[in-house]
């Protein structure tokens, strides 16, 4: 059983946990998820790694709630446990790979949209923790729904909210923030950008006319996190992949969003995932043993 040590609900419907997880976080690193079950016959549910504490042992998650499952999640308290915790699963952010000091050369920009600004997080942590400032965006409807506004601010260069009511921060869309930060100047080497999936789609749409290689992640299309449901399975450039067990991060550029997009709402009716196998054939599951998983 895997404790939760914390239990927080920091805006209407996100739900933010922090659970004891001593093996998960003593391998896990920005980019990667976990799947937790809260019972034996619980549905097992994804989650991006938001940040984790490896003295501690506890990982962090954040949820929104969007059907039944993350419902029954969001009554959990501190002192209650999920039956199952595993991770960490799929590939890290590619950077952690980089050689520091070129990092420090580059100028980089992370947009994050709703829950999306929760696996942003991490990443930009990592960076600071390394020397490295990036520019941060996050966009939400309102000022309420934004989350993680001050651990954002203390680990990003430039930290810029948006919100869509205009109340709070830039007035609109991430994509009329990127424009007018490029307009003032800003030359970016790199973009990370998470969030809703018709947000990724517009951001990448306009750093591509800009010349910013985009690196997106696709946790959104996750269900069931091995390759085997065949949920996430999409196209990046010609090759067909799997966000589970390929990603969850992909280059922008060479992301169909269009058809990933249709494809989540087919998925959502038995008819639709019946229809998608038959059409798919063998390419329809991705397989698994690629996630190095750690229990």
């Not at 446990?81 to 590939?91: I, K, Q, V």
């Not at 890290?92 to 100028?107: M, Q, T, V």
Request: one cysteine or more; aromatic letters at 6%.
């Amino acid at each position: 059983m895997y404790k939760i040590l914390k239990a927080e609900n920091p805006a209407d419907k996100i739900y933010l946990m922090d659970v004891e997880a001593p093996r998960v976080a003593r391998h896990c690193e920005p980019g990667q998820f976990v799947i937790v079950k809260m019972d034996e016959k619980g549905e097992r549910i994804p989650l991006t790694i938001c940040d984790y504490d490896r003295e501690a042992g506890t990982i962090t998650i954040v949820f929104q709630t969007v059907g039944a499952s993350t419902e029954k999640m969001a009554g959990l308290k501190a002192g209650d446990s999920f039956r199952d915790f595993t991770g960490p699963l799929g590939c890290p952010s590619e950077f952690i790979h980089e050689d520091i000091e070129s990092l420090k050369n580059k100028k980089m920009l992370f947009v994050g949209g709703g829950v999306g600004a929760a696996p942003v997080y991490p990443q930009v942590k990592w960076l600071h923790e390394h020397g490295v400032d990036v520019d941060v965006i996050v966009g939400s409807k309102t000022k309420d729904m934004l989350i993680l506004e001050d651990e954002m601010e203390a680990v990003a260069g430039n930290y810029y909210p948006c919100t869509d009511d205009g109340t709070y921060g830039h007035a609109g869309m991430v994509t009329t923030k990127i424009e007018k930060l490029v307009e003032e100047g800003n030359k970016y080497d790199v973009c990370v950008a998470i969030g809703p999936m018709i947000m990724m789609k517009f951001v990448c749409l306009l750093t591509k006319k800009l010349g910013i290689p985009t690196i997106v992640s696709m946790n959104p299309i996750m269900v069931d996190g091995t390759g085997m449901c065949g949920a996430c399975r999409l196209h990046v450039g010609e090759d067909i992949k799997f966000a589970c067990v390929d990603g969850p991060e992909f280059d922008g550029h060479l992301v169909n969003f269009d058809e990933a997009m249709k494809r989540q709402q087919m998925y959502k009716t038995q008819e639709g995932r019946a229809l998608l196998k038959l059409q798919e054939g063998d390419t329809h599951h991705g397989g698994c043993g690629n996630c190095g998983g750690d229990n």
